[in-house]
């Protein structure tokens, strides 16, 4: 499966230094906050979002 972001629908690829892929949250409070962020609603949980659309202080959940 090719991972894209949800959002911005770019490829992933692992040249890009400065652009890391994320898993959405597998709380269900934080995910509608971040569905509300994107616009988007009913995201799939194998949905990828790059670190283009938040600053990387702003990841409050632990990875897994
Ligand atoms: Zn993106």
Redesign the pocket.
Known sequence: MVRR??????QFDPSYQNTSFHRFPQNAELMKIWEKNIGKENVSNEAR??S??FHISDIMFSPG
Do not use: G, L, S, Y
């Open positions: 972001c949800e959002v911005c629908k770019r979002i790059c283009d659309h």
